[in-house]
Structures are given as C-alpha cells and as structure tokens.
C-alpha cells in the first residue's frame, strides 16, 4: 500500500519554462511534506518542505503547493534550468514523528 | 568533508555471505536513520538512532538485517546471509533534531550492494 505516490516517473521541459512536479498522499494524518533532490551517484538533498497548516511556501525559484482536501501537492520550478535535471522525491509524515515515507521519484529533464 | 560519509560505495556479494556497510554522520548529529532504496523506487525506512538507543527498528526486512551505533556516532549495518532482494541502495542520513519529523534529515550517497 504506497501512501505516497509520484505517478509520473519522468518529466521533460524547457530551459526557462515551469516544471510541475506532483505527488499525492493517502493518510490524512500527515502534516508535513518535504522534497528532496537527488543527483546520480550522490545521496538525496532537500530542497523545500511544507507544513500542513499551509498551503503554499515559496524558496526562490521553488514554490511547493499543498492541497489538503485532494491530499496532493506538487513543487513548481520557474524557470527550470538544465542543472535542476535531478530525481525529485516527495516524503510525507507526522510532525510528532521522524519516520518519513518517500514517493518512488520523477526524473526531471530540463533541455538546453 | 562535513557531511555524512558512506563507505563502501559499491558492494558486490555472493549469496550467503555476510555484509557491513558503515556511516559517519555528521559530527554532533543525534539522529541517525538507515533507508533501503530498490532500483525505481524512493527510500524505505529501515531504522532510526537516538544517540547509541535503536528507538525503531521496524523496518528491517528480516532478522538477517542488524544496525547498531554503539558510541552514538559511527554506525554499521550488518546483513547476514545475503539474498538477491538484499540487492539496492542503502542510504544513511543523519540529523541535529531528535524525534521531530519536520526537519530534514542529511543523507549520505549510499552503499550500492549487489548479490549475485
């Protein structure tokens, strides 16, 4: 049973235009939401999170929305450049717990 | 370097033989978190460190997986009598947090392990 599920295993955009990344949870008990970045070779890194008593936080280029009643979010990249090229993992869990479940990753592919 | 370490990157093992993949966290860093990441999918939790207390192992697929961080820095996670599932990447993360899920953890770049 995936509670969390990035349906689109890959995306490709053009440099300068906006990536959308999707992901969408089952338990409605999470309140916190986090995307990581992950290069080849290199472990995951964060890059924004949200809480769920939010609905939109903004870091530079990045902007994660979260939508509560549809139990979905997504991260939007405006404007995409080719060195955002990455896999994007969304995670969910509880904020009285450290334990995060990860969605299974979109390649992003931003072409020059 | 300053962020967690790995060691070894690449692991290749036949079936039956023992395994121990070590972590160093970053200095200081109380929490220390074992993930297993399958070819196409995201991490899987397998364990969380409090200092040197194993608080959740629930994780771990079998009795034949065992973590341990007896010092509350460094930690090993042995896999007894490998498989061919047993075969991903292990990913090790650390943080300064205790106990809080809203903060982000920092991940090593992994032990790749290969049973063959």
């Known amino acids: 049973d995936q509670q969390v599920k990035q349906n689109s295993p890959s995306l490709s955009v053009q440099e300068g235009r906006i990536s959308i990344l999707n992901c969408d949870y089952t338990?409605?008990?999470?309140?916190?939401f986090l995307w990581y970045k992950k290069y080849p070779a290199e472990g995951p890194t964060f890059l924004i999170s949200?809480?769920?008593?939010?609905d939109k936080n903004e870091d530079g280029r990045f902007t994660v929305f979260l939508n509560k009643s549809a139990k979905h979010l997504s991260l939007h990249i405006v404007p995409s450049q080719p060195g955002d090229s990455a896999v994007y993992f969304c995670a969910s869990g509880k904020d009285s717990s450290y334990k995060l479940i990860f969605g299974s990753g979109t390649r992003l592919l931003v072409r020059p | 370097g300053a962020g967690v370490s790995q060691s070894p990157r690449y692991k290749v093992a036949k079936r039956g033989q023992d395994v121990a993949l070590r972590c160093d966290p970053i200095?200081?860093?109380?929490?220390l978190f074992w993930y297993q990441q399958a070819l196409g999918q995201g991490p899987e939790f397998l364990t969380y460190?409090?200092?040197?207390?194993?608080?959740?192992k629930s994780g771990l697929p079998s009795d034949r997986f065992f973590a341990e961080r007896p010092e509350g820095s460094v930690s090993t996670l042995k896999i007894q009598r490998t498989q061919q599932e047993d075969s991903a990447v292990y990913l090790c993360?650390?943080?300064?947090?205790?106990?809080?899920?809203?903060?982000?953890?920092?991940f090593g770049q992994g032990t790749r392990l290969t049973v063959v």
């Open positions: 200095s200081g860093h109380v929490s």
């Open positions: 338990n409605s008990m999470f309140d916190y």
């Open positions: 460190f409090q200092n040197e207390a194993q608080l959740d």
């Open positions: 993360a650390s943080s300064p947090w205790q106990l809080q899920g809203n903060t982000e953890a920092f």
């Open positions: 949200i809480s769920s008593i939010k």
